[in-house]
């Protein structure tokens, strides 16, 4: 109960801090970290959450999903996921294809 009033009670903060900065990142590493941002265009507003995780079974694989959470205009198609490899010596991202992330 402690942990759900301390959520509540953090959220007017959270918000404030995503409107000044318009974007929260909690994590440093590119290749694991959640991203909040805002989505302020012209046909549409709302809030964008990227979410980088690594790739199950796959090393040097990194999968991203991008979501899009719109209160003025439509996300129909917009939600998007990939998967980036990296080389293993070089650390440089090789091409995103659709099999990346099969092992």
Excluded at 32 to 59: D, T, Y
Excluded at 69 to 81: A, D, K, T
Excluded at 89 to 99: F, K, M, N, R, S
Aim: charged residues 20%; contains cysteine; glycine residues 6%.
């Amino acid at each position: 109960m402690l942990l759900v009033w301390l959520i509540i009670m953090a959220f007017p903060t959270f918000a404030f801090l995503l409107a000044t900065r318009e974007e929260l990142q909690f994590g440093e590493d590119p290749r694991s970290h959640l991203r909040l941002f805002l989505v302020q265009e012209e046909e549409s507003s709302g809030l964008g959450i990227e979410w980088v995780r690594n790739a199950r079974n796959l090393n040097n694989c990194a999968r991203t999903s991008i979501r899009y959470l719109l209160w003025e205009g439509s996300s129909r198609g917009e939600n998007v996921s990939f998967c980036q490899c990296y080389d293993p010596v070089t650390d440089a991202p090789l091409p995103v294809g659709e099999e990346s992330c099969k092992p």
